[in-house]
């Protein structure tokens, strides 16, 4: 089984998604924040924001969705059933709740150096204010280890092998609008995967095979992998 999820699935622990507010994202243009040219123009100001986000992570906790999503993982794990967990989320509360998470978009937790790729991870406390130089190569400019619009996702080769093995595919809080991930529904259901879709309205990627349960993620999703149990063959949760 492979499980997408996207901002949706946060924001009932109190994380804004990128779509709300007329297109803006926590009042910036994605354009302006979420861009290899916005670091370019102005690294101070991406690097402000993302180190606002991070900061953010420290008051907001997993919630229903993102702990049923890592119990699921451990009865599939008993089960001997593969299980992949893949996300679009930057924050980290499925590995907080426990889950092993592919993060195809990159971490907020984790900075890298654009010079010699080494990463530094969970320095609490970083200044929103001041940039911060590699400490393996000098490099002045370390850079939030996110995926930008026009960069390649991480993990793409082993999500693919992922998608054509996989017998359910279920998405959860995500648009269905940023490409690749909003191609992997149909990449999974033309395989043949049973495919399952929650979000709060229809996403764009949305099929009439696919079985669409609506509402908040906290709310359906406990009771939609209860269901998938029996079906993958872990039995009850
Ligand atoms: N429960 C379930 N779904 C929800 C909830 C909720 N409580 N709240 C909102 N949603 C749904 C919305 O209906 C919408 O379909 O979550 C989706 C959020 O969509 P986006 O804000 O577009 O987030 P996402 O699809 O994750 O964005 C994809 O775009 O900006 C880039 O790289 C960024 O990873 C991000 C990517």
Partial sequence: MVVLTGAGISADSGIATFRDAGGLWEGHRVEDVATPEAWERNPR??????????????????????LALARFEQACARADVGFELVTQNVDDLHDRAGSRTWHMHGELSQIRCERCTATVR??????????????????????????W????????????????????????????????????????RSRGAATV???????????????????????????????LASEVGIGDL
């Fill in 45 to 66: 100001l991406v690097w402000r924001f993302y180190q606002l986000r991070r900061a953010q992570l420290r008051e907001v906790a997993p919630n229903a969705a993102h």
């Fill in 122 to 147: 969970g320095l609490d406390n970083l200044d929103p204010e001041t940039l911060l130089a590699c400490r393996q190569c000098g490099f002045p400019r370390m850079r939030p280890d996110i995926v």
């Fill in 149 to 188: 619009f026009g960069e390649v996702p991480y993990h793409l080769e082993r999500i693919e092998r992922s998608l054509r093995r996989c017998t359910h595919f279920v998405s959860i809080g995500t648009s269905g609008v940023v490409y690749p991930a909003a191609g992997f529904l149909a990449a999974a």
């Fill in 197 to 227: 879709v929650n979000s709060l309205d229809e996403p764009a990627n949305l099929h009439p095979r696919d079985r669409f349960v609506p509402g908040r993620a906290s709310d359906v999703v406990p009771s939609l992998l209860a269901d």
